[in-house]
């Protein structure tokens, strides 16, 4: 059975694919700019450098789990143990260098394999039984959080200088984990756009049963972009403990709720089939400037999550409006 044709393949649908892209890019610089300008009117020391690098430095760890949270919601599916799977590689891996006088690169890959691993049985347990992704990684979440309480005792790990190199600054004071981020969100874009795998995960997100009659199966697939977001997650979580100098089985908590956000701003659809890795950075911009913006105002915590719950909502329904805009135009 032949699958549904491409209409991305005629110079129309081309077109009208290069113009929803370049809408939806234009609509989130204007808002990111907006809320710059927004910020700086409202206080003086919001557009300075300490501020913007104070930002940039900050969104590593956010930045590389929500590449691979977009894989997942492209893919239709989700994934809520991203936070404590940030945790337990943390975790695991400052025991190694504390506990087991592991040198700090192979401790380094001992936390990523454990990410891998946590993302793999996700993805595996979810495929093999047929079960919600969205069930099974809430499962998870309390799971690897009470691993992350194991391993650390439940006490906060002090690693001191073992992890400072990715948290240094290399170029014009931003960090090596923000250039490694800046790097993924490049490969994850090409990935999406450019192979034969990301066109797996835009199809099954799209119509699983096409790309199943069509030969494709996704069991591999689904398995795989979750084993990946995992090993993101477990690179979070070294950045993290880098950052702070420890590794804490607290970190990452509500996180997975930052990251979905992200995403979702960034334009990536919860109803799988679309999105971009691009868009998604953009989206971590967003959240970053806002709750800088909010703190630097003087704004409560409470006040913080009201406005964020709202823009979150707004863009939601931004996307939403625009879709079937784009669906009453064809």
Known sequence: MNAAPDTRATPAGAWSALRGQAGTYLALTAVLVGMVLLFSSLSEYFFT?????????????????????????????????????????????????????TAPWLASLLGLGVGLACGAVTGAVSVAWRLPSFIVSLGMLEALRGGAYLVTDSRTQYVGQSMAALAAPVWGGMSVAFLIALALVVVGQLVLTRTTYGRYIIGIGTNEEAMRLAGIDPRPVRIAVFAV?????????????????????????????????AVVIGGTSLMGGRGSVVTTLFGVLIIAVLDAGLAQIGASDPSKRIITGFVIVAAVIADTLRQRSQAARH
Not at 239 to 259: C, K
């Open 49 to 101: 450098r300490d501020t913007l690098l104070s930002i940039v430095n900050e969104i590593p760890a956010l930045t590389v789990m929500a590449v691979g949270m977009t894989f997942v919601l492209i893919l239709a599916g989700i994934d809520l143990s991203v936070g404590s799977v940030m945790a337990l590689s943390a975790a695991v891996a400052a025991s190694a260098m504390l506990n087991w006088s």
């Open 229 to 261: 977001t995992g090993l993101l997650a477990g690179l979070a979580g070294l950045m993290q403990s880098a950052r702070l100098e420890a590794a804490d089985p607290n970190t990452g908590t509500g996180i997975e709720l930052q990251v979905i956000a």
